[in-house]
């Protein structure tokens, strides 16, 4: 049996899913997303927290329906930030910050 390789943007669709399950486990982190919209001639800033299995974005309307895509837009992450939660304003609660996309999605990288 021949095997078929996941096209990159089935990777991106899943990725934010996969994030968020990994993120219900573990209730004291917030995952911050950072990328771009691809726009015709340009690109948007795309910024998404995931918090306790779940996904907002502070940037852009996102799906809150489990069987769509987040987002429905053509996007690209390239920096994820791990935070300890609660935010707190006297300190900075940044754990790790990792730009390989498949780094967070195992969940020792989380503690």
């Not at 096209?7 to 486990?25: G, Q, T």
């Not at 919209?37 to 799906?63: A, D, Q, R």
């Not at 609660?86 to 990288?109: C, G, H, W, Y």
Request: glycine share 2%; net charge neutral; charged share 25%.
């Amino acid at each position: 049996m021949e095997e078929t390789l996941t096209s990159p943007k089935m990777i991106e669709i899943n990725l934010i899913n996969n994030l968020e399950k990994i993120s219900s486990k573990i209730p004291n982190r917030i995952l911050k997303l950072e990328g771009f919209i691809l726009k015709e001639n340009y690109k948007e800033n795309l910024e998404i927290l995931i918090f306790k299995g779940f996904s907002s974005s502070t940037t852009h309307p996102i799906e809150i329906d489990l069987e769509k895509k987040v987002i429905e837009l053509c996007y690209v992450i390239n920096n994820f930030k791990l935070y300890k939660a609660p935010f707190t304003e006297n300190k900075n609660n940044l754990i790790r910050e990792n730009q390989d996309t498949f780094f967070f999605l195992n969940q020792k990288n989380w503690i």
